[in-house]
Structure formats: C-alpha cells, structure tokens
C-alpha cells in the first residue's frame, strides 16, 4: 500500500513539474469553439478524456464478469446448502440402521 502512495506522490510531482514547464497558452480549435489555455492543462484534459473513454469502453466486460460472478456464488451456495442437506440425510439414515 505505501508502494503505491509513493507512487502516486511521485507522479503528482512529476506532474506538476509538467504543468509548470508548459505553462505557455496555446490556441485551441475544436468544430465550432476555439479558446485558449495553457499547454499542460490541455495535455491533461486529453489523458483525462482518455481514461474516460476506455472506462466506458471497459464497462460492459466488467458488468458482464460482474453478473457471472454473482451467479457462480449464488450457484455454490445452492450447492452447499443442498450437500449439507444431503449429509443430514446420510446421517439420520445410518442412525436408524
């Protein structure tokens, strides 16, 4: 877990380094609108909107996993309550053998 904070903590500077090495306002033109911002801000507008994209891209997998998931557990534990049945069954029979 701290692997993974320091990891997070060391992308955040490097991101801001990042953000202050670009800090020069470029021209953007996009259809219809057009607005200016600084370089960095728009590089990371762009990964942002690309992890977005591939969250939803991904989503109907991860339902789909998701669901199967549910379905094979709620299947074992139909299962184990039918054996545990089936034990009780097999152990009252040889009691009264």
């Known amino acids: 877990m ?3 904070l320091i990891l997070a903590a060391l992308l955040g500077v490097l ?3 990042f953000a ?3 800090a020069t306002p470029v021209a953007v033109k ?9 370089l960095a801000v728009i ?3 762009s990964l942002l909107a690309g992890m977005i994209l ?3 891209i991904s989503l ?5 996993r998701r669901k199967e998931l549910y379905d094979k557990n709620k299947r074992i534990a139909e299962l184990e309550k039918r054996l ?4 009780k069954t097999a152990s009252s029979a040889q009691t009264t053998a």
């Open 43 to 45: 590089v990371i507008l």
């Open 15 to 17: 991101i801001a380094a």
């Open 60 to 64: 109907p997998g991860r339902l789909k």
């Open 30 to 38: 996009f259809l219809v609108w057009e607005f200016q911002s600084s």
């Open 2 to 4: 701290e692997f993974y």
């Open 54 to 56: 591939i969250f939803l």
């Open 20 to 22: 202050i090495q670009n």
């Open 84 to 87: 545990t049945e089936l034990e």
